[in-house]
């Protein structure tokens, strides 16, 4: 039997998304097709809205019928180019945006059941207003959506306490390659029949089947939440207070974020109307968030009794604890503000790796030399998620070297950095991906048996090999 042609796919996919939903004007399309750091733009055969998942379902099954590509797309915050199509003008990209409800709330059982396109943000204010906490928290959470965040499995700031996407799902809607929906929303925690599907969809970036729903989890709205920021001396001080106030708080300890005094002075230089809370320059610096049920005075006493301790044993240089909502704010704005005066300060080479947390010191002393004796001058850009082992490990050129020449070295930079994450046993994906960016990356670093376990996957979701072709593998 003949394909069917273009045209009478998109005559398909306008009969069930409705004209105005079906955008082929190359304009209009532009956003679509373009990677959020603007280093890649794809083409595409068109940009198709559905409102619902039967919606999602159809077009899936016409563009499985006419054999072309299908590239799922919430927020378009990534940044592995995992949710653009290639340069061929082939794929159909699609929107979830439209799948934006919030179709439950159930607090008796912590769990609210809600729409691939539903903004995170959205889903946080939805859980405040029913007195709970939905605890994902990232920077783009004003425009990602939890089907990107499922597909990605995002991370953020406080996996520490309550882990990545992965743990806060407990099930999903899915349509997969053949345009069949798997109903699996149910909101269990314990369900042992057979193979866990779920866990297939969520970070698989949209190559083996469309997110189209979610059961999250929901946690109780905490009574107190404190944040400090501690002046250190180096990533080993930092790793040595993240254990002691792990054994000081318990649960309570929410999040621990490392940055180095480069990454404050950018912020600094970029945005000079922020606070700067200590009047001297420390190598090291560490944002501690706690958060807890009981009274203001106890979260007080955990967190001041912790820092004491580390101060009085030389295992800290300084603290500044926040001691309004505002000023704990303020605190936090360093450390968001970070990849924004990054990116006003020019381009550099950027790395989401993951790390066992007793061994990032180490990378870092070892990463910094190699990074020195190769580019000498080179800028480290070090900051991150220490308390789950996830560093941005980012590196700036030289001073007196622009930007884009350092960007030339990109590749062995990347060689360097990478072959020592895996030498430490760490990862080269912490929280954004594999997408285009590192597909090669991971072909290299997996080994034969994973990547050929991927392939068998994916062979048997998508034996087509339509859904988001040339991501991750």
């Given at each position: 039997m003949a394909e069917p042609c273009p045209d009478a796919l998109l005559a398909r996919c306008r009969a069930i998304a409705g004209d105005a939903h079906v955008i082929t004007d190359e304009a209009a399309m532009a956003p679509f097709m373009a990677d959020w750091r603007g280093r890649y733009n794809g083409r595409g055969l068109a940009v198709v809205l559905p409102s619902d998942t039967a919606q999602v379902a159809a077009i899936v099954a016409a563009c499985a019928a006419a054999r072309v590509p299908i590239v799922p797309q919430g927020g378009r915050t990534g940044l592995v180019m995992?949710?653009?199509?290639?340069?061929?003008?082939?794929?159909?990209?699609?929107?979830?945006r439209?799948?934006?409800?919030?179709?439950?709330?159930?607090?008796?059982?912590?769990?609210?059941?809600?729409?691939?396109?539903?903004?995170?943000?959205?889903?946080?204010?939805?859980?405040?207003?029913?007195?709970?906490?939905?605890?994902?928290?990232?920077?783009?959470?004003?425009?990602?959506?939890?089907?990107?965040?499922?597909?990605?499995?995002?991370?953020?700031?406080?996996?520490l306490r309550y882990g990545n996407t992965r743990e806060l799902c407990l099930g999903l809607e899915v349509v997969n390659a053949q345009g069949e929906v798997w109903d699996g929303l149910r909101?269990?925690?314990?369900?042992?029949?057979?193979?866990?599907?779920?866990?297939?969809?969520?970070?698989?970036?949209?190559?083996?089947?469309?997110?189209?729903?979610?059961?999250?989890?929901?946690?109780?709205?905490?009574?107190?939440?404190?944040?400090?920021?501690?002046?250190?001396?180096?990533?080993?001080?930092?790793?040595?207070l993240l254990g002691l106030l792990q054994a000081r708080c318990g649960a309570a300890l929410t999040g621990f974020e490392l940055m180095s005094a480069f990454c404050l002075d950018l912020v600094a230089t970029q945005?000079?109307?922020?606070?700067?809370?200590?009047?001297?320059?420390?190598?090291?610096?560490?944002?501690?968030?706690?958060?807890?049920?009981?009274?203001?005075?106890?979260?007080?006493?955990?967190?001041?009794?912790?820092?004491?301790?580390?101060?009085?044993?030389?295992?800290?240089?300084?603290?500044?604890?926040?001691?309004?909502?505002?000023?704990?704010?303020?605190?936090?704005?360093?450390?968001?503000?970070?990849?924004?005066?990054?990116?006003?300060?020019?381009?550099?080479i950027k790395h989401d790796i993951s790390l066992a947390v007793s061994r990032i010191p180490d990378f870092i002393a070892r990463a910094d030399a190699a990074l020195q004796a190769a580019f000498p001058g080179c800028q480290p850009v070090t900051f991150g998620?220490?308390?789950?082992?996830?560093?941005?490990?980012n590196v700036a050129p030289p001073a007196r070297q622009s930007h884009a020449a350092f960007l030339e070295n990109q590749a062995l930079v990347n060689r360097i950095v990478h072959d020592?994450?895996?030498?430490?046993?760490?990862?080269?994906?912490?929280?954004?991906?594999?997408?285009?960016?590192?597909?090669?990356?991971?072909?290299?670093?997996?080994?034969?048996?994973?990547?050929?376990?991927?392939?068998?996957?994916?062979?048997?979701?998508?034996?087509?090999?339509i859904m988001n072709p040339g991501k991750i593998l």
């Open positions: 995992g949710s653009v199509p290639d340069s061929s003008g082939r794929a159909i990209v699609l929107s979830l439209r799948l934006n409800r919030i179709r439950a709330i159930d607090p008796l059982n912590r769990t609210m059941t809600v729409e691939a396109g539903c903004i995170l943000a959205d889903v946080q204010a939805a859980a405040s207003e029913a007195g709970m906490l939905y605890p994902l928290s990232l920077a783009a959470e004003g425009s990602c959506t939890i089907g990107g965040n499922l597909s990605t499995n995002a991370g953020g700031t406080a996996v909101g269990l925690r314990k369900d042992n029949t057979g193979y866990a599907l779920r866990e297939l969809f969520i970070g698989a970036e949209g190559t083996l089947g469309v997110i189209t729903a979610a059961v999250l989890k929901l946690y109780p709205a905490p009574r107190a939440a404190l944040t400090a920021l501690v002046a250190l001396d180096s990533p080993r001080q930092a790793v040595d945005f000079p109307d922020l606070p700067r809370p200590f009047a001297d320059r420390h190598p090291q610096y560490a944002l501690v968030e706690l958060s807890s049920n009981e009274s203001d005075e106890h979260a007080h006493g955990l967190l001041e009794s912790g820092i004491g301790e580390a101060l009085e044993a030389g295992a800290a240089r300084d603290a500044v604890v926040a001691t309004s909502h505002k000023q704990a704010l303020d605190l936090w704005r360093l450390r968001e503000h970070i990849p924004l005066a990054q990116a006003a300060a020019g381009k550099n998620h220490l308390g789950d082992g996830n560093l941005h490990y020592l994450v895996v030498d430490s046993g760490g990862s080269i994906s912490a929280e954004h991906g594999i997408g285009m960016l590192k597909r090669e990356e991971l072909a290299r670093y997996k080994s034969p048996v994973e990547l050929g376990m991927m392939r068998a996957i994916k062979a048997a979701l998508d034996p087509l090999g």
